[in-house]
C-alpha cells in the first residue's frame, strides 16, 4: 500500500528527519540490548515506538510489539533475541546501514508494509 506524501520539499525534509530519529533510537537500542542494559533498552524502545505506526505496537504477533513486551516484563534475554531476528542478523552490527535514507529524489510516494 502507498500513501502519498504532499509536498515534495518539507515533506522530504520532514520524511528524512523522521528516517534519522527512527535510526538513532535503533542504534541506541541495539547498543544498549548488546550492553544487558535493561533500563537504556527500555528508555530507547520508547523513543522508538514514539516514532513507530500504531499498528506495529497494538498487534501482538508484530515484532515490535512483542520486543516491547519483553522489554517490559524485565525479559533482557527474550528482547535481544526478538531484536536479533528483527535485524536479520545474529550480531545486529551495522543495524541503521541496512536502509536507505530517504530523499526528495525518491519520489512522492512513501510505502508502509502493514
Known amino acids: 500500500m502507498a500513501w502519498k506524501v504532499s509536498g515534495a520539499g518539507a515533506g522530504g ?4 528527519a523522521a528516517w534519522q530519529q527512527r535510526q538513532q533510537s535503533m542504534q541506541a537500542l541495539m547498543q544498549a540490548l548488546k550492553s544487558n542494559d535493561l533500563g537504556a533498552a527500555q528508555n530507547a524502545f520508547g523513543a522508538l515506538s514514539a516514532n513507530a505506526s500504531p499498528q506495529a505496537l497494538s498487534q501482538s504477533h508484530s515484532p515490535l510489539a512483542q520486543l516491547g513486551q519483553a522489554l517490559q ?25 541496512t536502509l536507505p535514507k530517504p530523499t526528495d529524489t525518491m519520489g512522492n510516494f512513501v510505502n508502509y508494509r502493514v
Open 13 to 16: 525534509a520532514a520524511t528524512s
Open 73 to 97: 516484563s524485565g525479559n533482557l534475554g527474550l528482547a535481544q533475541s526478538l531484536f536479533s531476528g528483527m535485524r536479520g542478523t545474529s550480531t545486529g552490527s551495522a543495524a541503521a546501514s
